[in-house]
């Protein structure tokens, strides 16, 4: 494999060396006027050889052949222009200050018995004349490699139309005529700027704006449609969904314009669009700002690590450089996975997985001592709606108890930071679920009360695509079984945020210096459950209701058709951190609460339903229980849109 780069060097330098004598040749055919003398020959002849050596010299100084030719850039063409001063500033030197000093030479041009400097106009031709043809060869063979490796690779390449004409587009489609085994070729451009209908990128037509995409798509033989722009709107998305679903190609997306703009995006990331793509609203990143690193260096315990929402928040505090992550929770298999995954990527000794149940007060607090953990992340819980409604013991025994159990371990240890995820079901909850979660508000809130550490704070979320129970899966297998798509009402609505969203919302509001808040994420308009599955019907292939149908089957106990995630008489106020509000919560009387919660835990110890929903109404006023049957749901399951947590 190195001789035959040497050899390709090799020739490329041959041919150059070629140009640069043609090009001083061209320099003493203009000088004399096409009339070159005998003795002017002979110098040429004479003066050839060393500028060669020179021009080549100075070529592979600057690296101008190490390129790949399909990869010829400005860059190259900088190196071109630079390597060429050099070795003219080198030739200028020569016939300024050598040329004299060599006695005359019997037939060639001689001045006062010294050998005759060049004419300055042949160094300048010849400066003009070696630019243009080393520039026009190397990118003539660019082309020429270009158009080979298009042509030879395109019978197996998918053809695509690229919509998006401007810098992610220009990006992306330079990417994939340069990939070699790119698995697409790129045909045309898509754009809705109607000024840029004709222009020419990379080669490539701006064929026409989206609306002409169907009509595109058969006339350039598309396979696919990749989409390469700075903004997609999803009501965009969603509409150029359907036309490539009319026509029977592929539609993908560019997971990051820019990390493409970068340079830091492969063709294998490129995606199919997903259900996250036409949620309505942009997705929200939360950075921590500089110098706001609260992690490092510190010794975190994540409680419900093999979660959904627990997994993520390790992934994303490993990036924070902590000193220890201890995972805690009680299954055994998810547990032992994300450690195993964040293993591969640190020292071993800064994973700590251990199988615990927050319910289990002395393992809790022995695991506690044994690590010494400064900031607690608690997103262990219960959270389907439907079976809490039918076993309220257990969600008084996770979501209570057990939240309980951490907090006070967390301010006996001198812990600094206590973050509790939390949902928007406990805002005014019809459910138990939604009631219990309010309770954990309330309690850590409590506790803030005896001491300034920990710094007690709490996160709402909306309903997390993604996570475990989440309407996607589930949608996702009943389209995979041909239907139908189960949704308990037309009108419910719900709040979402994808996974990545949620946890950088859980690690932003940790920075918060303030005691008692509760962070929520703006999440715009609410999306209506019956829009969701239409859409990813049709993400899948097939036409809701047509082939797909979709049945109602009536709201769930403790089932609301519309989530909030503040109350009125919540304190809401814009925080610094762009699209997150905070909120002081309402006041409780921490007595009355501490002894609620010894009663409901001696009421789910006995399994006192009733007795159990009762005293939640006792210390969360806005709890009104739906009316229930305490029957564990049967049947084909429905969406009630319970999972908010992960």
Known sequence: MTIKIQWHRF????????????????????????????????????????????????????????GVLRYASTAELYAIFTSTVVGTVVLSFANLFLAPMVPAINGLPEFHGKLQRLPWSIVVIEFVFTLLLIGGAHFSRRVLVFKWFRRESAETQHRVLVVGAGDAGEALARHLLTTEGSPYVPVAFVDDDPNKKGMRIHGLTVAGTTSDL??????????????????????????????????????????????????????????????????????????????????????????????????????????????????????????????????????????????????????????????????????????????????????????????????????????KKFILISSDKAVRPTNVMGATKRVAEMMIFCMSRKG????????????????????????????????????????????????????????????????????????????????????????SGFEPEKEIPIVFTGLRPGEKLIEELLTESEDVQHTDIGKVLSAVPDRVDCDTLWKTVEELETAANQQDHEGIRHLLQRIVPDYIPAAHTGKTPTGTPSVSVGNSLG
């Open 11 to 66: 020739g490329l330098a041959t041919i150059d060396a070629l140009l640069v004598a043609i090009a001083l040749y061209a320099g003493y055919m203009l000088r004399f006027e096409f009339h070159v003398s005998p003795e002017d020959q002979r110098q040429y002849l004479l003066v050839t050889p060393a500028l060669v050596m020179v021009r080549i010299s100075c070529f592979y100084g600057f690296m101008l052949y190490r």
């Open 452 to 539: 300034p550490t920990p710094q007690f704070t709490a996160v709402r979320f909306g309903n997390v695509l993604g996570s475990r129970g989440s309407v996607i899966p589930l949608f996702r297998r009943q389209i995979a079984a041909g239907g139908p798509i189960t949704i308990t009402h037309p009108d419910i609505v719900r709040y979402f945020m994808t996974i990545p969203e949620a946890v950088s919302l859980v690690i932003r509001a940790g920075s918060s210096p303030e005691q008692r808040r509760l962070f929520v994420l703006d999440m715009g308009e609410p999306v209506k459950i019956v829009d969701l599955a239409c859409n990813l019907i049709r993400l």
């Open 214 to 415: 169907g009509t595109l798509i058969e006339h350039h033989k598309a396979d696919e449609v990749l989409i390469a722009m700075e903004k997609a709107e999803p009501e965009h998305l969603r509409n150029l969904l359907e036309v490539c679903r009319g026509v029977h190609v592929g539609f993908k997306i560019v997971p990051s314009v820019n990390e493409l703009l970068a340079g830091r995006v492969s063709i294998n990331q490129i995606r199919p669009v997903e259900i996250e793509d036409l949620l309505g609203r942009d997705p929200v990143r939360l950075e921590l700002p500089a110098g706001e690193n609260y992690v490092d260096d510190q010794v975190i315990m994540v409680t419900g690590a093999g979660g959904s929402i627990g997994s993520e928040l390790c992934r994303q505090l490993l990036n924070l450089n902590p000193k220890r992550i201890v995972l805690y929770g009680h299954g055994e298999n998810s547990i032992y996975d994300i450690s195993m995954e964040l293993s591969v990527h640190v020292d071993a000794g800064i994973i700590s997985p251990v199988i615990g149940d927050i319910r289990d007060s002395s393992k809790l607090r022995a695991t506690i001592a044994r690590y010494k953990p400064t900031i607690f992340f608690h997103a262990a819980a219960h959270k389907h709606v439907p079976l809490m409604e039918a076993h309220p013991d257990e969600a008084v025994k996770n979501n209570i108890i057990g939240t309980r159990n951490v907090a006070e371990a967390a301010r006996e240890a001198g812990a």
